[in-house]
């Protein structure tokens, strides 16, 4: 059922809620629209206007993320809302349980449940794509000829589009059993609170945080930065993703699974690090080396290794978070998690590099390649983590 929160509140945003729960979730659902709007204001595309007029709510786990899924609706102008509300014009999903599917189908009005890759392909092909090619298994098009998605007024014609959408496997697919307790959201009160905005749209310089914006300056650094950031050709999604902190940590886990198998068959056979026969112990050890991020961005450095440094998407946005962090900058205070306004009141003097997603892999690669020369039972947690 969808939360009919909009138009609930008599109250302003701010005063108390006295103890109702429609005037709650109604300041609650508008605050994070707030957010949207801020973040969509600066970062806004030439082509804002793609999604006018579509709204998305995300059902469950997806590739691309949640978060990576509301950046690219609101760069492109559209909507995201975090709950089921009457704005919704469609559901991304990728595996919804067979109750959820029946709720959905037996909805008054039923809304279009969609693969991400509708939203991806659209922005790929610089226009919105039929959803027919991209419905969930088992769904029609209960919008067709009802909803605008162009923002025209006038219902979208199919479109012949050469896509091989994944598989979108209802109950029967293990993962739904996953996404069932996903999909029956509660009430997070966390939520409330300001969402991390990852601020992928950054200047292509890989070097360390540019110096404050002068007078003097100010009108040419802003349309240089503006240029970099507005990735608006056939390589947007591309230079997206490949910014994306979130894409890649929320990947890396299964990459480095898949790369076990590559490294047990190339140790198949060697010597292995073993106990003495005679011995009855066996040891796990939890590898977790701190300071990765740091220590990879640096390593080929050494003017900072004696100078606080962060890891971090931007180094002079005051939303940004700190991922990582050296000793140096701990001792000033600096956490992982800490919002970068907070890190630099702080550290003045800290020096905040930018993520280097390949060079963290390569090492990652060499770094599990010591650990199955040494043993067969290797589990990836992470990047910077595992099990021997």
């Not at 204001?41 to 997806?62: E, I, K, R």
């Not at 979108?168 to 307790?181: F, G, I, M, Q």
């Not at 900072?304 to 001792?331: D, T």
Request: neutral net charge.
């Amino acid at each position: 059922m969808r939360r009919q929160a909009d138009g609930v509140a008599r109250k302003r945003v701010g005063e108390h809620h006295d103890g109702s729960f429609g005037v709650y979730m109604s300041h609650k659902i508008q605050k994070l629209r707030g957010q949207n709007e801020r973040f969509a204001s600066p970062n806004a595309l030439s082509s804002a206007g793609l999604f006018q007029g579509v709204h998305v709510y995300v059902d469950g786990y997806t590739v691309p993320s949640k978060e990576e899924i509301r950046q690219l609706m609101l760069l492109h102008g559209g909507g995201f809302e975090h709950y089921e509300t009457n704005r919704v014009t469609h559901i991304i999903a990728t595996h919804l349980p067979a109750s959820k599917l029946l709720q959905l189908k037996k909805a008054r009005k039923p809304l279009p449940v969609v693969h991400p890759d509708w939203i991806v392909q659209s922005i790929e092909q610089k226009k919105v794509l039929a959803v027919q090619p991209f419905l969930y298994m088992g769904f029609a098009d209960p919008t067709q000829g009802s909803i605008s998605l162009s923002g025209s007024g006038k219902a979208s014609p199919a479109v012949a589009v050469e896509v091989k959408p994944r598989a979108l496997n209802s109950a029967a697919d293990p993962a739904s059993k996953h996404t069932e307790v996903e999909s029956k959201e509660e009430i997070d009160d966390d939520e409330l609170d300001i969402l991390a905005e990852d601020d992928l749209i950054e200047p292509e310089d890989p070097s360390v945080s540019p110096p404050p914006v002068t007078g003097r300056n100010k009108a040419h650094t802003t349309a240089k930065v503006r240029t970099n950031s507005t990735k608006d050709g056939p390589e947007f999604v591309r230079h997206f993703f490949a910014k994306s902190r979130l894409h890649h940590i929320g990947t890396w886990r299964t990459t480095f699974q898949q790369k076990a198998a590559e490294f047990q068959a190339k140790y198949k056979g060697g010597p292995v690090t073993r106990a003495l026969v005679s011995s009855s112990d066996r040891v796990i050890l939890h590898v977790d080396m701190d300071c990765f991020f740091v220590a990879v961005a640096i390593r080929d450095r050494p003017e900072l290794e004696k100078v606080p440094v962060a890891v971090a998407h931007s180094g002079n946005a005051g939303s940004s978070e700190i991922s990582s962090c050296n000793y140096l900058a701990r001792a000033k205070g600096v956490r992982a998690g800490m919002f970068m306004q907070t890190a630099k009141e702080l550290c003045p003097e800290l020096v905040v590099l930018p993520y280097q997603f390949d060079a963290i892999q390569r090492v990652s690669f060499q770094i599990y390649d010591i650990f199955f020369s040494h043993t067969p039972y290797v589990q990836a947690v992470s990047c910077d983590e595992a099990f021997l």
